[in-house]
């Protein structure tokens, strides 16, 4: 499949940086990079003199300028093209001319204007990332360079890409199937070193060869099925009810077994949420500035000190543990600290685990009771903090398990880390089939896959009839099963939908 439209972004971050690249792809992707590079040669490889007006010359090794090999590095600069109006105002005399000057102070000629120097490769379709005609310009990572690069294409008539535009070229034009893609964006986005190499494992073909050689065995079952159509007259039973059930028992399994897998996927892609919830004053903040060993958030004697949410990440093997230090939870009366307990309290919603933090050192109130009520059906832990005082209470008043700790000497911490560890992350580090589901996308697609292999499997369970035929009839087990084989399909995004790649492929970032 070709695109006609030429798509160009900057492939690098935004922001100052010491290289930036801006990238093309399409098939007007070389005569694009022609019209505004031109080569040069390397300080140390000096041309011959050619005389005046024409040291800057650019080097044509081997060819003419326009000549780009393939999957070559040149090194060159960057020109506006005239009549491209000069992004540096009408220009300097040079005595002889209205000549502009370029930031690096070089002289122009006739040629236009330099922007920048740069190294470019050109990559002749179909090899390349998107399966096109792919152009990439290595420039400084200034920002204002970056735009002008960019408004001249555009000028020239390239088309802004879209977000994933590239990725979405590269899948259309058969570089990679859609699982891939996505992993793609997943490694860019990871923010754990687990999180990367699952990317890359299902970047790898991990997810599509397994997903691939199960649909297969579906098809070859189909097929049979739909063969027996045709021979329906004499009486051969080409399809084989029990051999179905096998190919959809191994469907089943191997979907149970990457759903299972989805919590440690998300655990990997996302971490772990964590919000320390209390009433003011029991040490909240104190304790996040333990924890991370540092002293992010203010603390201070007067209870309501906390307003705003304050985060902080640590690592537990490897996987990102967000710690939120909440505002106290109490009947304010000030408007600014209600809106922070409301936000405390959509925290809470949203949190893997909740840490209730009480005094140990005063008598437990009213507040502490409310608090403990609210969270008893979320996924918390109790936390009595400050026991490097004198206690106020008994601990085990609230119960058997309860974490005793001191954000002023940090005893006890490990001992939270570690029922975290022990709550989360246990097994969910080995992975023994090398790859995690960590996509919702594919859990949905794998959740409706289980249902429907469970609807056939237990419609073929009956008795079979004579000769081994289908206990349900077989153009209804046909058209189940293809339901099936579409649904793995659209993992792998053999069955191609528009809707469904324009909205997998809008959440990548623009350049990629
Ligand atoms: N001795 C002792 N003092 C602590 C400990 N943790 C906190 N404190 C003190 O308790 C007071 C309140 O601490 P914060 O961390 O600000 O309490 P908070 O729960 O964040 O309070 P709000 O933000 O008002 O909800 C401060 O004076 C802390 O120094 C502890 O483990 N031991
Ligand atoms: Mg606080």
């Known amino acids: 499949m070709s695109n006609s439209s030429t798509i160009v972004a900057q492939a690098t971050a935004p922001g100052e940086a010491s290289i930036a690249m801006v990238r093309l792809s ?10 505004i590079f031109r080569k040069k040669k390397l300080k140390n490889h000096p041309l011959p003199s050619r005389g005046r007006g024409e040291d800057l010359l650019f080097v044509h090794e081997g060819g003419s300028w326009e000549d780009f090999e393939t999957h070559k590095m040149y090194f060159g600069e960057i020109m506006i093209p005239h009549p491209h109006p000069s992004p540096f105002g009408t220009g300097v005399k040079d005595g002889t001319n209205n000549i502009p000057l ?6 122009v000629q006739g040629e236009g204007v330099v922007l920048d120097q740069a190294m470019v490769v050109f990559m002749k379709a179909p090899h390349s990332f998107t399966g096109e005609d792919v152009a990439e310009i290595h ?15 555009v000028g020239l008539g390239a088309t802004s890409a ?15 199937d859609l699982s891939q ?22 970047l790898g073909g991990n997810l599509s060869r397994l997903v691939e050689s199960l649909r297969q065995d579906l098809i070859q079952v189909m097929s049979r099925l739909e063969l027996g159509f045709d021979f329906i007259e004499e009486d051969v039973a080409l399809f084989n009810p029990k051999e179905c059930l096998l190919v959809l028992e191994k469907i089943k399994t191997t979907s149970k077994r990457l759903l299972a897998s989805f919590q440690t996927g998300q655990l990997y892609k996302h971490g772990l949420k964590i919000a320390l919830v209390g009433k003011p004053n029991v040490g909240k903040s104190s304790l996040l500035n333990a924890f991370l060993e540092e002293d992010k958030a203010i603390t201070h004697s007067e209870p309501g000190t906390t307003r705003d949410v304050v985060m902080g990440e640590i690592k537990l093997s490897g996987i990102p543990i967000q710690i939120y230090d909440t505002a106290g939870l109490r009947e304010a009366a000030h408007p600014v600290e209600q809106e922070g307990i409301k936000r405390s309290e959509n925290l809470i919603e949203k949190a893997d685990l909740v840490l209730v933090i009480l005094d140990s050192s005063n008598p437990l109130t009213l507040e502490d009771h409310q608090i403990l009520e609210k969270i008893k059906l979320k996924k918390h832990l109790k936390v009595a903090n400050k026991i490097d005082l004198k206690p106020g209470w008994d601990l085990k008043t609230v119960g058997d398990q309860i974490f005793s700790v001191s954000a002023v000497t940090s005893q006890g911490l490990n001992e939270i880390l570690e029922e975290i ?13 090398g790859f995690v589901l ?3 996308r594919h859990q949905k697609i794998l959740q409706e896959v289980l249902v429907q292999v469970e609807n056939v499997g237990a419609g073929l369970s009956r008795p079979v ?31 191609k939908d528009e809707h469904i790649l324009d909205e997998i492929f809008s959440k990548f970032c623009i350049g990629k």
């Open 181 to 202: 893609a996505e992993a793609i964006a997943d490694l860019i986005a990871s923010k754990s070193e687990l999180a990367a190499k699952n990317a890359l494992s299902q």
């Open 162 to 176: 879209k977000p994933g535009e590239f990725s979405k070229r590269a899948f259309l034009n058969g570089k990679m």
């Open 465 to 495: 009839g004579v000769n081994n035929y289908s206990p349900i009839p077989e153009e209804l087990l046909a058209e189940e099963l293809r339901l099936i084989a579409r649904l793995l399909g659209n993992i792998t995004g053999e069955v």
């Open 421 to 433: 560890q022990k709550l989360f992350l246990k097994g969910s580090l080995e992975i023994d089939s």
């Open 26 to 35: 399409g098939p007007q992707a070389l005569s694009f990079l022609q019209k």
């Open 139 to 153: 420039m400084h990572g200034s920002p204002v360079v970056v735009e002008q690069v960019l408004k001249i294409l």
């Open 438 to 440: 960590n996509n919702v």
């Open 102 to 107: 370029s930031p690096l102070g070089e002289r």
